[in-house]
């Protein structure tokens, strides 16, 4: 039996969570046109319309019937898919003015505290600042050629790992990414392969990935359901936001107050914290610093591993592709001696399998959604204020219309030949639009450059051989923000 208190809890809800809903009924019958899309039923919209699983290929499918710009509601959320470059860039870069800001999650953001955090930041000055401090370390081609040394000694040492223990791969791949973005971020070293401060990352970004694709929770959709007690029956999404909001704290403080400590006793390591802490930087700055620290590994870690795993299940599905690219490196490189960053342009081949990489099998499939901050009108169409905004990536970068054979690995579509221009570099796609644009995306590039080049200059790789047995390769994604 549920106490008094509990029912008049749950009567306030209901009536709450009507009225929110009554309102967004009628803020969404506002006139249009609105771009086509699956017809909805009254106050639900088309909530179930909306796939829970591999949103990208969903939406894809949607652009065969509704055409490249697709509209929906949510309980009177709009939400509007683009499957096409065009669209994405018109809206997303051009009018990046309107479309810059984040969706208001209350799950993961104002409760978690992800919206502290640049990747969720509502677009304004706390935003700016973030991107600005990020811009000036890892934002251009020259910034990384100081973090080459790192990013060579830890490829190397992920090589000897495969080499001991194979099996253990996404350990290993987890690991190497993991060094490598602390080291730049904190000048923290890893010594052990279970690193307590790379679970308490992990465990964040977990959350985070989990968490962040648009409705993920019916707070998401109303905000008022923030105030729900987190005792209740059926608000176990808030005791999990809480826990959630422990980790996120813990990414964001405990690696930022090794960082202080270290330089208090002079032991600091140069790192994008230490360097954006001498002086006397005041209590903003210094949150400011920490608060973007947290995303570095955050946004960059998933992402890397995605790919690598993608380009291991690449060369053991292609093996020719895995040949001609050993051939490059053997031919320009010889035996002496490891690929490094500088020997980029001299291996046309082996970087095409790295753009192939991001459009075969993109890290961030749909990316994360944009926000419209007022009316807009585009094509004819109206566009509400509040309108979440999400740029198909995976439909863009597998578009008939832009790659041929796009289900195929084919590495030769980058590669200028016989007077053919190579088709569209995906990295106009997979790094994002706008003012939103992955800051990193020179960083994450050189790193999978990198790490791609060694592994073929120094392995072969093939299918896995138990018993006698040939085990074809599964390919299975995950569902969150990066799979």
């Not at 309102?23 to 771009?35: L, M, N, V, Y």
């Not at 202080?260 to 914290?273: C, D």
Request: hydrophobic share 40%.
């Amino acid at each position: 039996m549920f106490s008094p208190n509990t029912l008049y809890a749950f009567d306030a809800i209901v009536a709450i969570l009507g009225l929110a809903l009554l309102s967004r009924f009628i803020a969404a019958r506002r006139k249009g046109p609105f771009p086509p899309g699956p017809k909805g039923w009254p106050f639900m919209g088309n909530a179930l319309d909306m796939p829970t699983s591999h949103h990208w290929k969903i939406f894809s499918q949607w652009s065969e019937r509704w055409g490249d710009i697709v509209y929906v509601t949510v309980f009177g959320q709009p939400m509007v898919i683009l499957n096409s470059l065009d669209h994405a860039t018109e809206l997303l870069e051009r009018r990046s003015a309107l479309y810059s800001d984040r969706p208001q999650m209350t799950s993961i953001g104002k409760i978690a505290g992800w919206d502290q955090i640049v990747v969720l930041t509502p677009y304004g000055a706390q935003f700016r600042e973030h991107r600005r401090l990020l811009s000036r370390y890892i934002g251009s081609h020259s910034a990384i050629t100081k973090f080459a040394p790192v990013l060579e000694h830890e490829v190397t040492k992920l090589i000897m790992r495969i080499i001991r223990q194979p099996k253990a791969l996404d350990q290993q791949l987890r690991r190497m990414a993991a060094a490598v973005i602390l080291n730049v971020t904190y000048g923290y070293e890893m010594t052990e392969d279970e690193d307590p401060l790379v679970e308490i990352v992990d465990t964040a970004v977990t959350h985070f990935s989990e968490l962040s694709t648009p409705g993920a929770r019916l707070a998401d959709m109303f905000p008022v359901l923030e105030h729900v007690p987190a005792w209740l029956p059926g608000a176990g999404w808030k005791r999990r936001a809480f826990a959630a909001a422990r980790d996120t704290s813990a990414m964001v403080e405990v690696p930022y107050a090794m960082v202080r400590e270290r330089m208090a006793s002079g032991t600091a390591i140069p790192s994008f914290v230490s360097s954006n802490l001498e002086g006397d930087p005041s209590s903003e700055q210094q949150y400011m610093v920490k608060t973007t620290a947290s995303v570095m590994y955050a946004g960059g870690a998933d992402t890397t591993v995605s790919t690598l795993h993608s380009f291991f299940l690449a060369m053991t599905c292609y093996p020719e592709v895995q040949k001609k690219a050993q051939m490059e490196i053997d031919n320009i490189i010889g035996n002496d001696r490891l690929p490094t960053l500088g020997d980029r342009e001299s291996l046309p081949y082996v970087n095409a399998v790295c753009s192939e990489l991001h459009r075969w099998n993109p890290a961030a499939p749909l990316g994360v959604t944009h926000r419209l901050v007022q009316d807009d009108t585009y094509l004819n169409f109206v566009l509400p204020k509040g309108t979440l905004v999400t740029a198909n990536a995976w439909h863009i970068l597998h578009d008939p219309a832009n790659y041929k054979d796009p289900f195929v690995f084919n590495p030769d579509r980058f590669v200028k030949s016989h007077g053919e221009e190579p088709e569209m570099d995906p990295r106009k796609v997979m790094f994002g639009f706008g003012r939103r644009i992955c800051a990193g995306k020179h960083f994450a590039d050189a790193s999978v450059f990198l790490t791609c080049a060694t592994i073929l200059a120094t392995l072969d790789i093939s299918k896995a051989v138990e018993n006698g047995v040939v085990n074809e390769p599964i390919i299975n994604y995950g569902n969150g923000t990066v799979r």
